[in-house]
């Protein structure tokens, strides 16, 4: 079955350090999305990315990257510069930009 | 800009009872709308989407949404939930080819159903 696949469920960061989350579709999608969601904030978008090689920062990129180098693949690395990364991070993809998005099942990332 | 709010965060329903989640936009220019539905630690699943054509949107579940331009509302409707539809329900909204916004879905903060026997 098609779909999107995260990686870890479950990620722990220490103080200081970069941790990165997996992303990958098999949807040949051409947009790929990261979002965090916070309680009673719904959900914030960090970077989009309409084609391979090319990305866009959304509305908190600050202390996040990532990269698009495959297709399939939109990996997004928490920077020691967040200061606050303790939430859940869901990746989505559409067949193209104000499509439906289909998402994983997100990665819950916590501080040490 | 465009933004969503969805009026209630929590909506208690008993089963078998109907049940409205409301949300309305602002944006100045035609938008395309959705409703998702999260079930705890999962990602959103899509239950129904308004881009152009008839105002009443059927979705997945036996949900449906009504567009309403006038009023910039897009309000979900189930006639007999279920306890299975205990989750979180998200309206999203994304801007028209004329707006900055393109492409980009921007979400309302949620409402809770819980349903009960």
């Known amino acids: 079955d098609g779909g999107i696949t995260q990686s870890p469920k479950y990620l722990f960061r220490k103080e200081g350090q970069n941790v990165t989350l997996s992303c990958e579709q098999n949807?040949?999608?051409?947009?790929m999305y990261w979002y965090r969601q916070d309680p009673g904030q719904g959900l914030r978008l960090i970077y989009y990315?309409?084609?391979?090689?090319?990305?866009q920062k959304g509305d908190i990129a600050e202390g996040y990257s990532v990269s698009r180098e495959k297709k399939e693949s939109f990996p997004l690395t928490v920077t020691s510069a967040q200061k606050n990364p303790t939430a859940f991070y869901l990746c989505?993809?559409?067949?193209?930009?104000?499509?439906?998005?289909?998402f994983g099942d997100g990665t819950r990332l916590s501080i040490l | 800009a465009q933004s969503v709010t969805q009026l209630d965060s929590q909506v208690p329903v008993f089963e078998e009872a109907p049940v409205e989640l409301r949300c309305n936009y602002s944006?100045?220019?035609?938008?395309?709308l959705f409703w998702y539905v999260q079930y705890p630690n999962q990602g959103l699943q899509l239950l129904l989407k308004y881009l152009s054509g008839s105002t009443l949107v059927k979705g997945i579940n036996g949900f449906e949404a009504e567009f309403n331009k006038s009023q910039t509302s897009f309000h979900l409707r189930k006639p007999s939930v279920h306890i299975s539809d205990t989750a979180e329900y998200f309206c999203?909204?994304?801007?028209?080819?004329?707006?900055?916004?393109?492409?980009?879905?921007?979400f309302g903060a949620g409402t809770q159903v819980v349903v009960t026997p």
């Open positions: 944006s100045s220019v035609s938008v395309y």
């Open positions: 989505a993809s559409s067949i193209r930009e104000n499509q439906p998005q289909h």
């Open positions: 990315s309409q084609i391979v090689n090319d990305f």
């Open positions: 999203a909204v994304s801007g028209g080819m004329t707006t900055d916004s393109w492409g980009k879905l921007q």
């Open positions: 949807l040949n999608h051409d947009a």
